[in-house]
């Protein structure tokens, strides 16, 4: 008998399944009941993940009477609401919204936020529907900003945030006139006589000022400085912050502080000693002692903050506190409560109070010069990180610093702590589906902002978040910047790979990041890496969002497989940051001698036979050798010997990235030197000392800040980069 025909895979859901009320009810929500992987394949997400992620958002799905119930609940609110909570206004983009009277005078004010009232005449823009609800058609002389629409129909009152953007992030001209490349640098791996065994805000100072100066390089991309803990035991990853609205203080560098000056003999002689306890430290090759490093600078900076402060520095003080808000006292609030009751996570002070707790109160009131300590630091920290960009645009720099900003907060951290409704907490994380670095999938333990409450109260959080970043830098990098579009929500004990993607309102983060960018005339950089659909990206770029190119991730027609060709250098997109390798990956050097092999191996991390892997990881560097060859960056020999000539594919690789088009390339400090641990590896916390690894160069030896961009590899590479 002839064979059966083999039927097509299915890459979308079929017409039962979309008739299910539990999938109806979840799509309603903004929750995709299906997904692609990056394979290509289609995957379609389990029940019980969806009745998890929709008890995560406050909607009952518990039985099918609860799916009944909360459908109509949902359909009828999105029928009866006077007008949406947050509104987005493109210039230049016709946009409408509507506005449900049921039948009733309507009159709309436009309060501006400058707090002056539109002058326009708003009314002359409603339509009528057939339907019975107006069409309000917003006008393109508003200007750019975060505005307050009030609407009045009878006796019913709406108020929404109208968030009115630039369309796009203009390019700044520094830019825009030529290709600019800069560096990769893990800030806290670098360290000089200074520091205090860790790398600091001092460190970035000269770190900048030198390759704005040795190299010309015109940019510096560091690792997230978002706030941790205030005592030790800290969190080494930096993408596991507690608050994203704060600065990290461990990296302060005390010796820069004004009032360290005006120390008396003794307190100077106090400060020296517990600098000298730590600082053998700066030339140790071994993984850091992070907490030991903060434990002896945190005394110091106790010494200088009781040292008196100019009137002028003061007022200073107090400006900053006036414009930090309520959220600078709620970050300080959870720092005091941590050292005085005890870390979060070891006690139960946690669950057992809120910001309205009387025992919250009476601690602010108790340890009132803690709280003001807290504060104190914020401002320092504020004050250096400030002070490394200005000295990088002043030796040169186009953009300055790169910030890099985090996915999410930790769960217990002061951002949840003290406002538990801009998340959704206690049930779900938030992570990633298996791709082909991480078979098993990722979740990095942070609870997810609800989407709800962002939309109730005009994404404010993330504008404050998104200002503080560009006060300090002038550009921002989105560390997985599909979270704009939706995020990966992992109930609890379902595993990474059995997760659903929650959809956010992309248009209003989008309209934030182009405000902001555009007021510091500054860019964004989307990492979009990893498993993103094609319409990501059209849209990020269609906004001036930047994008992410990796070399060793980008093959002919974007093949996921191992071993595929790789593509020419000249079709990277222009509107891209392109580099050879990211922090998730072992240096190039390391990369090239098949470092993550052995890694993922010894922590037993592989979901194949060892052999397997090396087999696609060997292919995986053959074609990359073959595309240089290809393009005349590495000779026959040193194609057909790689592991004698690590430093001349190391270099080609970044030639490669000579060739493309794109706005801007990076190179990572760790090529320039020679490293090849690994600074972070995916899927592990105690098993490897992720985020503590100091820049050593090829022959193990500690590089130290002042001398890094005199290495002649380092010039060698920069020179490439820079020709």
């Not at 630091?377 to 960009?389: K, M, P, R, T, Y």
Request: hydrophobic share 40%.
């Amino acid at each position: 008998m002839p064979n059966s025909p083999v039927a097509a895979p299915r890459n979308e859901e079929s017409a039962e399944r979309l008739a299910r009320p539990l999938i109806q009810l979840a799509k309603a929500n903004g929750i995709s009941t299906s997904y692609i992987d990056q394979l290509g394949a289609y995957v379609e997400i389990r029940d019980e993940v969806l009745v998890s992620v929709l008890r995560a958002l406050g909607v009952d799905a518990s039985t099918d009477e609860a799916v009944t119930k909360s459908y109509e609940a949902t359909v009828r609110k999105t029928q009866t609401t006077l007008v949406p909570s947050t509104i987005v206004k493109f210039l230049g983009t016709p946009t409408a919204i509507p506005i449900r009277p049921a039948g009733r005078n309507v009159t709309l004010r436009l309060l501006l936020e400058d707090g002056t009232a539109y002058a326009g005449n708003l009314a002359m823009c409603l339509l009528a529907e057939n339907d019975g609800t107006l069409r309000l058609n917003l006008p393109d002389d508003i200007p750019s900003g975060y505005h307050t629409l009030r609407i009045n129909a009878g006796d019913a009152y709406g108020e929404a945030t109208l968030i009115c953007a630039p369309a796009s992030i203009p390019v700044p001209k520094a830019v825009a006139d030529r290709q600019r490349w800069g560096w990769m640098a893990q800030m806290y791996s670098v360290r000089s006589s200074e520091s205090w065994g860790v790398g600091d805000y001092g460190d970035l100072r000269h770190l900048l000022k030198d390759a704005a100066e040795k190299t010309h390089a015109d940019f510096m991309l560091i690792n997230p400085i978002h706030a941790c803990a205030p005592i030790p035991p800290l969190e080494p990853s930096p993408y596991l912050p507690e608050s994203r609205r704060f600065l990290n203080v461990t990296y302060i560098r005390p010796q820069d502080i004004a009032e360290y000056a005006d120390l008396s003999e003794s307190d100077k002689a106090e400060v020296a000693r517990l600098h000298a306890q730590v600082s053998a430290a700066n030339d140790d090759v071994n993984p850091m002692d992070i907490n030991s490093a903060w434990c002896h600078k945190r005394q110091a900076l106790k010494i200088i903050f009781r040292q008196p402060r100019s009137v002028e520095r003061q007022s200073a003080f107090e400006r900053f506190k006036e414009q930090a808000g309520p959220d600078l006292k709620a970050f300080a609030a959870w720092s005091v409560a941590f050292e005085v009751w005890g870390a979060p996570w070891e006690t139960s002070w946690f669950n057992d109070t809120n910001r309205d707790s009387p025992e919250v109160a009476e601690l602010i009131r108790e340890h009132a010069d803690l709280v003001e300590f807290q504060c104190w630091l914020q401002w320092i920290a504020d004050e250096q990180v400030s002070a490394a960009q200005q000295i990088a645009k002043n030796s040169g720099m186009a953009l300055g610093l790169m910030q890099d900003m985090a996915v999410g907060v930790h769960s217990l951290g002061a951002d949840v702590w003290w406002n538990p409704e801009r998340f959704a907490v206690g049930s779900v994380t938030v992570g990633c589906p298996p791709d082909f670095y991480n078979q098993q999938g990722q979740d990095w333990g942070q609870p997810p902002f609800n989407p709800n409450y962002l939309n109730a109260t005009g994404y404010g959080v993330y504008r404050d978040m998104v200002h503080t970043m560009f006060a300090h830098a002038g550009a921002v990098r989105i560390d997985h910047v599909l979270g704009l579009f939706r995020l990966w929500w992992i109930p609890q004990g379902e595993g990474a790979k059995n997760g659903a993607y929650v959809t956010y309102n992309v248009d209003a983060m989008i309209a934030i990041l182009t405000i902001e960018a555009s007021r510091a005339d500054g860019l964004v950089i989307g990492e979009d890496l990893g498993t993103v659909p094609n319409y990501v990206r059209k849209v990020l770029a269609s906004h001036g969002v930047l994008g992410t190119v990796v070399e060793w991730f980008a093959r002919v027609d974007d093949s996921p497989n191992a071993g595929d060709p790789y593509d020419d250098p000249t079709n990277y997109r222009k509107y891209a940051l392109a580099s050879v390798t990211t922090h998730d990956l072992p240096p190039t050097a390391g990369y090239l001698q098949f470092e993550h092999v052995q890694l993922r191996e010894r922590l037993h991390l592989l979901t194949e036979s060892v052999e397997s892997f090396q087999a696609s990881a060997t292919a995986e560097r053959q074609a990359m050798l073959n595309r240089l060859r290809t393009l005349g960056l590495i000779s026959d020999e040193e194609a057909d010997d790689a592991d004698s000539h690590i430093p001349q594919i190391v270099e080609a690789m970044h030639a490669m990235l000579r060739k493309s088009p794109s706005l801007l390339i990076q190179a990572a400090l760790v090529d320039g030197v020679g490293e090849r641990r690994t600074q972070n590896q995916p899927g592990t916390s105690d098993q490897y000392p992720n985020w503590r690894i100091p820049l050593a160069d090829e022959h193990g030896r500690v590089v130290h800040t002042d001398e890094v961009f005199d290495l002649p590899r380092v010039k060698s590479l920069a020179a490439i980069m820079d020709a």
